[in-house]
């Protein structure tokens, strides 16, 4: 695949970028392909024009945009110490402990679980030091020097498949990779900041997930995306609701968790 792409399309380049195909893995059938752009400043909106060429046979894909979260967006981010819930809920919340981010309810074919291990670094901030996942049996630890071990196993090179095909690691660049499962519909980036070196999450489950509706924790309930929901509440681990942010964070504090 070969693509352009800038903020303006007034400022279009010329010269095409060639995109390699992933080779391990692709998506219902279909080859996928992986494209960094930027840094860009939040709120950007970047344009791409994308191509497809076999030989001498040339495809045009089309026109597509793509914009940078603005401070606050509704999509699921986690940050030194900002939380986004799927609902677009945004709040801060520090400790020294861990956390349950997202845990299936009432796990059958499919359970997922994910805990952000956080620290403190003083000043009453912390910062997320460590996550673990847990998926349809595989255990996942995503380490505080950014890199990745699934079962025991590290994730080296620039992708990794489980043997069942479950879940799968893709390095994109020195200081993200991406663990996602596409046939439970999740995906989580693991990203050390390069000005700070700390560590954030973004995390989604699509809506053709098997675990829409399961989900509870700190980033809240996943609801299909045509359900009609009124936010009443954080929901707590014992199910009721809540406006108090550290009631309702303590309520998804692990056990024994907090140093002694």
């Known amino acids: 695949m070969q693509i352009k792409y800038s903020t303006s399309l007034l400022t279009m380049?010329?010269?095409?970028?060639?995109?390699?195909?992933?080779?391990f893995f692709s998506y219902r059938g279909h080859p996928t392909f992986t494209v960094v752009l930027g840094p860009y400043k939040p709120c950007t909106t970047v344009y791409i024009i994308a191509r497809l060429k076999y030989?001498?046979?040339?495809?045009?894909?089309?026109?597509?945009?793509?914009?940078?979260?603005?401070?606050?967006?509704?999509?699921?981010?986690?940050?030194?110490?900002?939380?986004?819930?799927?609902?677009?809920?945004?709040?801060?919340?520090?400790?020294d402990c861990s956390y349950i981010l997202s845990q299936t309810l009432q796990p059958d074919a499919h359970d997922f679980e994910l805990t952000a291990n956080l620290v403190s670094i003083g000043g009453g901030l912390s910062v997320i030091e460590s996550a673990d996942i847990v998926a349809d049996n595989h255990?996942?630890?995503?380490?505080?020097?950014?890199?990745?071990?699934?079962?025991?196993?590290m994730c080296d090179g620039t992708a990794f498949v489980v043997d069942d095909l479950t879940v799968a690691v893709e390095i994109i660049d020195q200081y993200t990779q991406v663990v996602?499962?596409?046939?439970?519909?999740?995906?989580?980036?693991?990203?050390?900041?390069?000005?700070?070196?700390?560590?954030?999450?973004?995390f989604e489950?699509?809506?053709?997930?098997?675990?829409?509706?399961?989900?509870?924790?700190?980033?809240?309930?996943?609801?299909?995306?045509?359900?009609?929901?009124?936010?009443?509440?954080?929901?707590?681990?014992?199910?009721?609701?809540?406006?108090?942010?550290?009631?309702?964070?303590?309520?998804?504090?692990?056990?024994?968790?907090?140093?002694?």
């Open 180 to 202: 996602f499962s596409l046939t439970e519909g999740w995906w989580v980036l693991w990203i050390k900041n390069a000005k700070t070196g700390h560590n954030e999450i973004r």
């Open 205 to 260: 489950i699509e809506d053709y997930s098997p675990l829409v509706g399961k989900q509870r924790g700190m980033l809240g309930p996943k609801y299909a995306a045509n359900a009609t929901h009124t936010f009443e509440g954080f929901i707590k681990k014992n199910g009721d609701t809540t406006h108090n942010i550290q009631e309702f964070c303590l309520s998804w504090q692990v056990i024994n968790s907090c140093p002694t």
């Open 139 to 153: 255990i996942i630890y995503l380490l505080e020097d950014g890199t990745i071990e699934i079962d025991s196993q």
């Open 13 to 23: 380049p010329s010269t095409w970028i060639n995109i390699r195909r992933n080779p």
């Open 55 to 95: 030989g001498t046979t040339t495809r045009h894909l089309g026109i597509f945009s793509i914009s940078t979260s603005c401070p606050c967006d509704p999509c699921i981010c986690i940050g030194e110490p900002h939380f986004t819930t799927f609902e677009g809920m945004c709040f801060d919340f520090n400790s």
